[in-house]
């Protein structure tokens, strides 16, 4: 049995959390946990977007008492041989992390973004967030979600970052 294998394992959606640009090694990290604190999202806390009118595929979800779980995996990981057969074992999302201050062109991290996503062929969500943008690197983002939270907690960061990416 692999190390990190446990029962909870194939509930979980793997996330990659990918440094784009140039990024302290530190800084990534801090970027990194920021996204651990929110491995568990309760069900309560979104609400399904269908009517009730539609017919919902998520009508037998327990939307007072079940959560999302999250794996994030820093960096991504090599595709999985069993990945046809274990569905758990396939990266869902990227997430692209840019610190803006080293990375001016952003651009240059589109595309550099743009083509590690070629890599995830299982991923269904790509996002990219740029932290700490400049004034010029605002006017230019088209397809980076800038954050600038100047005055909030890591740990409030990370949770906006989260709902940003469950609803976009």
């Known amino acids: 049995m692999e190390p990190d294998v446990s029962v909870e394992t194939s509930a979980?959606?793997?996330?990659?959390?990918?440094?784009?640009?140039?990024?302290?090694?530190?800084?990534?990290?801090?970027?990194?946990?920021?996204?651990?604190?929110?491995?568990?999202?309760?069900?309560?806390?979104?609400?399904?977007f269908y009517t009730e009118e539609q017919?919902?595929?998520?009508?037998?979800?327990?939307?007072?008492?079940?959560?999302?779980?999250?794996?994030?995996?820093?960096?991504g990981a090599p595709p999985s041989p069993w990945e046809d057969f274990q569905s758990?074992?396939?990266?869902?999302?990227?997430?692209?992390?840019?610190?803006c201050p080293l990375s001016p062109d952003l651009d240059s991290v589109i595309e550099e973004f743009d083509?590690?996503?070629k890599g995830y062929a299982s991923a269904r969500v790509t996002r990219c967030f740029?932290?700490?943008?400049?004034?010029?690197?605002?006017?230019?983002?088209?397809?980076?979600?800038l954050v600038n939270f100047l005055f909030l907690n890591w740990n409030r960061i990370g949770f906006v970052i989260i709902y940003i990416f469950l609803i976009l």
């Open 115 to 117: 083509g590690v996503c």
């Open 55 to 75: 017919k919902s595929p998520f009508t037998n979800q327990p939307w007072e008492t079940g959560s999302l779980r999250f794996k994030f995996v820093l960096g």
């Open 88 to 99: 758990n074992r396939k990266i869902l999302a990227v997430i692209g992390v840019c610190h």
């Open 130 to 145: 740029g932290f700490f943008p400049c004034d010029s690197q605002v006017s230019l983002s088209l397809r980076c979600i």
């Open 12 to 48: 979980m959606i793997r996330i990659a959390i990918i440094p784009i640009g140039k990024i302290p090694h530190q800084t990534l990290r801090d970027y990194y946990s920021m996204f651990l604190h929110h491995h568990t999202i309760p069900l309560s806390s979104i609400s399904s």
